[in-house]
């Protein structure tokens, strides 16, 4: 294994997040096989795939509100009040799951052997953070070529009775434990704009230092997002890249012809989050 890197592919890029449970298949076919042609040129390069939930996970995690977390003696399986109910829970578990299997399918298809680890099944977590993941079968698979892929999802919580972890809190634990070179988020905007939503000035590079000249202009996220936008996303970057030495970050469109290819090359496209 030459090079670890952690893959987000975003909700809003592989769904239309403004139309609930709308998958964009042209465009998870295009990612997958721009996967599979990236792993060929390089077979030492390792993957840790994930991906966002989208119109998917979003839609009913905003209607029962299950990432505030949900009482642990609740038995009602309906409404909206007090946080949400276990119903909504595993609503949210439904069609993260549905969105997981679209995915898996495009990567089938285009010949990349992924392996999808669900979070509730394996993860654990204490006030919205992991607390608790036994990363023996994700290792083993990395050791084996194949590429393991994780998702927003709900997962039980030993203070909230239940919540939703995105694909960056997981990444942001995984980070900590295996230490990638470089973690890429693709998504549709073309980058960190200092002035969103008129999207004129792209920020090429941001540091902690420099991130307070740019906060705020970085803006929210496009269609429902409950689990904190683009700048949630910026902020869980930075923490990384100050506490992991070498580690990297990049934002960025998977859009664009042959962006991921790219990315997964080592071109800098969109918004690189670095150390210094």
């Not at 840790?48 to 299950?66: C, E, I, P, R, W």
């Not at 999802?153 to 230490?179: C, K, N, Q, W």
């Not at 990049?250 to 969109?270: H, R, T, V």
Request: net charge neutral; charged share 20%; aromatic share 8%.
């Amino acid at each position: 294994m030459s090079e670890l890197i952690f893959l987000k592919l975003g909700g809003s890029l592989i769904t239309d997040k403004t139309r609930p449970y709308t998958p964009r298949f042209d465009i998870l076919a295009d990612l997958a096989r721009q996967i599979r042609a990236a792993k060929q040129a390089r077979p030492g390069l390792a993957l840790v795939l994930g991906h966002g939930s989208g119109s998917f996970g979003h839609v009913a995690a905003k209607q029962y509100k299950t990432r505030e977390g949900i009482s642990p003696f609740s038995t009602k399986l309906g409404g909206e009040k007090e946080g949400g109910y276990w119903f909504g829970f595993s609503e949210v578990w439904f069609q993260a799951s549905a969105l997981n299997r679209f995915v898996m399918e495009a990567l089938r298809q285009a010949g990349v052997p992924a392996l999808a680890l669900a979070p509730v099944s394996g993860v654990t977590a204490c006030d919205g953070k992991v607390s608790h993941w036994d990363l023996t079968p994700l290792k083993s698979a990395i050791s084996a070529g194949l590429v393991p892929v994780v998702y927003g999802d709900v997962v039980f919580d030993e203070a909230r009775g239940g919540t939703i972890l995105s694909t960056e809190d997981l990444f942001e634990h995984l980070a900590r434990e295996l230490r990638p070179g470089r973690i890429l988020l693709a998504g549709l905007e073309g980058g960190v704009w200092a002035d969103f939503p008129q999207r004129a000035i792209r920020v090429e590079k941001i540091t902690p230092a420099s991130f307070v000249e740019v906060r705020a202009g970085v803006g929210q996220s496009h269609g429902a997002d409950v689990t904190g936008g683009m700048e949630s996303k910026v902020r869980q970057m930075l923490d990384l890249v100050s506490e992991i030495p070498g580690l990297t970050a990049q934002i960025f469109s998977g859009e664009g012809s042959g962006n991921l290819q790219k990315a997964l090359a080592g071109e800098n496209l969109g918004t690189v989050i670095c150390a210094q």
